[in-house]
């Protein structure tokens, strides 16, 4: 008897714990997805901003109409020299008029209006000193103000962090909700067959043969029901819009590339949260059974 594969056979089949576990299994994988998906695209959300605003800065140059020029040549030198700094542009009107676009419409009118000028500073690897840099354009250039994108940067990736680790917390929880439905339809179904452990018992059955028989049954549920929960998860991510940079995070929210790899994880995790769940339940109620 120890060693029978087929001792799950001693488990009725069907009942309210068969359906129990298969759609707890399914509808928590189903969720494990989208917690997963999460996860893993705000982690790119939180990287993309780290990269793109950390080796970048802006330079506004504010001046009456007669010394803008000469202020951003000014500007310009003291960028070219400055340790850190990998390249400075100026940008021209089209530039700016499509910055601004968005907000404004088109066709907006820059001569007649007291635009900044702006230059676009890209950092080398090491970066620079920006408060450094702020003390010298003060001294030469009176209307320049260095942006290094540090008040807008941080938040952002802070809080895409913490979306992230909700994103694991919540992957957390579904399993633990998991073990805990799984663990009482075990309970129930150890309950409900009473008798049927009675009667194995009687023909030497020991209770680590009946404990097996239980665990097979509810892990294959759980792996099935996970399986089944998964792969509509998945279907539902595809249905998703595809990744646009204008869309944001919004449209980002999916699994890329080898990422797909890892709701594959989620049927196996299941079966084993199912297998710990219920091997733990049998042993407790059968020696709480006389």
């Known amino acids: ?23 707890t299994a399914a509808a928590m994988a189903f969720l494990a997805v989208f917690a997963l998906a999460l996860s893993l695209a705000t982690g790119r959300l939180a990287d993309r901003w780290g990269n793109e605003l950390a080796r970048t800065a802006t330079v506004r140059i504010s001046a009456p109409e007669g010394q803008m020029a000469a202020q951003t040549a000014a500007a310009l030198r003291v960028l ?10 100026a940008l021209d009107d089209a530039e700016q008029a499509a910055l601004l676009e968005p907000w404004f419409g088109p066709g907006l009118p820059l001569d007649q209006l007291p635009i900044p000028r702006l230059i676009e500073v890209t950092e080398t690897a090491q970066g620079f000193d920006a408060q450094g840099l702020r003390l010298r354009l003060a001294a030469e250039v009176p209307g320049a103000v260095l942006d290094d994108h540090t008040r807008w940067r941080r938040p952002l ?16 929880l579904i399993g ?13 179904a150890l309950a409900a067959n009473a008798q049927v ?8 059955a ?17 792996l099935g029901g996970a399986a089944a929960g998964t792969v509509l998860g998945c279907l539902a991510i595809l249905a998703l819009p595809a990744a646009r940079i204008e869309g944001g995070f919004l449209t980002g929210l999916g699994f890329q590339g080898w990422h797909w790899l890892w709701p594959l994880m989620i049927p196996p995790l299941a079966g084993l949260v199912a297998y710990g769940a ?6 407790r109620r059968l020696e709480e059974m006389p």
Request: glycine share 8%; hydrophobic share 50%.
């Open 1 to 23: 008897m120890p060693g029978d594969t087929q001792a799950d056979r001693v488990v009725p089949p069907s009942g309210f714990t068969a359906t129990l576990t298969l759609f």
């Open 80 to 89: 070219e020299t400055t340790t850190g700094v990998a390249r400075a542009r």
């Open 278 to 283: 219920t091997r733990a339940a049998a042993r």
């Open 206 to 222: 020991q209770d680590g043969y009946i404990a097996r028989a239980f665990v097979r049954r509810f892990a294959v549920r759980g």
């Open 197 to 204: 452990i009675t009667v194995l018992r009687l023909v030497g």
């Open 157 to 172: 990736v802070r809080a895409a962090s913490r979306l992230r680790l909700l994103g694991w917390l919540s992957l957390a």
């Open 176 to 188: 633990a909700a998991t073990a805990a439905m799984i663990t009482l339809a075990a309970q129930a």
